[in-house]
């Protein structure tokens, strides 16, 4: 990529990459969610992949939130707030008005509990929002289980202990710097698919962002992440912006300035109904990159809030509407995810 080129065409590069290159690969779904089709008279998506790309932005210099479709701003730091609290109910994400892990709540509702006195998962929701949060409803159903902050903030290590990896990680960055094991692991087999323990199964899909690291060259703090399985309309654009902000913050509160987020993909695929979407996308031309500023008085990880976050100058195209691939869990012991896991 010359020096002179948006960086945003390397997104726009790897759709064209995919539509050109891919391939068309048949999903898991289980019964239920078939039965969600077959009601809509639709068939399901199936996905077009490729396998191992990568993209680099320089914080540095401005925050690569996507100019070619609006992106989701709000929901994108109140998410990551909520996975920096290492909480796993989403009772804190409907108070913010973020509805991203709705589903996933939903369908352990539907799946776990023998009332079912809720046919929509809007009324669902409702009930989880009114509720207070020490409510056993909101706990049992509200709760996640498998989820990043839980992983990152709460690590469950086998003597009983919960390991906060991203705190051990900003200790070691003020202290050691050059050290190269700086890295927060989301991947752990007692939660995934036949591997998980009894009380840990979740039809929350097995961490689509394995593990990120933490790097310090040339007085500049980098962050490289690992995704093992990406949707690139939806989901990316969050991810690239998510990751980036989480950049930004560790820099902040460990005084080292920012460098490059470098984001490693596993299979990369683009869903079949976003096929149209992604084609209109590739037309536009990027606006200028917008700036994040961070409250200065802010010295703690766990200290941010919403208002200590300001994104600037932003200018985009308008937004682009796409479903969401309806998903599934475990289904008789078998594998049946979320397309792409």
């Not at 050109?20 to 998506?45: R, W």
């Not at 680099?56 to 109140?78: A, C, S």
């Not at 989820?147 to 202290?175: F, N």
């Amino acid at each position: 990529m010359s020096m002179d080129r948006h960086p945003e065409y390397q997104y726009l590069d790897l759709c064209k990459d995919i539509l050109d290159n891919g391939a068309d690969k048949t999903l898991f779904f289980n019964d239920v969610v078939l039965k969600e089709y077959k009601k809509k008279g639709q068939e399901p998506p199936f996905i077009r992949s490729v396998f191992g790309r990568q993209m680099r932005f320089d914080l540095g210099k401005d925050f690569p939130l996507l100019t070619t479709k609006k992106t989701f701003w709000r929901g994108i730091v109140t998410e990551l707030l909520w996975f920096l609290s290492g909480s796993s109910n989403i009772k804190p994400l409907l108070g913010e008005n973020n509805h991203i892990w709705d589903e996933w709540a939903w369908k352990h509702y539907q799946m776990w509990s023998d009332k079912k006195e809720f046919a929509t998962q809007a009324e669902f929701i409702q009930k989880l929002t009114e509720l207070p949060a020490d409510d056993p409803f909101v706990l049992k159903y509200g709760d996640l289980i498998t989820i990043y902050g839980r992983m990152w903030r709460r690590w469950p290590a086998k003597d009983g202990r919960e390991i906060d990896q991203l705190a051990w990680v900003i200790e070691g960055l003020k202290s050691k710097p050059d050290r190269k094991s700086y890295v927060v692991s989301a991947w752990n087999p007692d939660f995934i698919y036949e591997m998980a323990s009894e009380g840990q199964k979740s039809h929350v899909p097995p961490f689509c962002h394995t593990m990120f690291q933490f790097q310090v060259a040339n007085g500049k703090l980098n962050l490289g992440l690992y995704q093992r399985s990406a949707d690139l309309f939806l989901g990316v654009p969050f991810n690239i912006a998510s990751y980036s902000l989480l950049l930004l913050m560790v820099s902040h509160v460990t005084k080292i300035p920012p460098g490059e987020f470098v984001h490693t993909f596993g299979d990369v695929h683009i869903y079949s109904n976003h096929f149209d979407q992604v084609k209109e996308q590739m037309t536009r031309e990027p606006f200028p990159f917008p700036t994040v500023r961070l409250n200065p008085a802010v010295t703690d990880i766990d200290d941010f809030t919403q208002s200590d976050i300001t994104l600037e100058d932003y200018q985009s195209h308008p937004s682009l509407k796409a479903d969401i691939a309806t998903i599934g869990g475990f289904s008789d012991g078998k594998m049946a995810g979320k397309p792409g896991v």
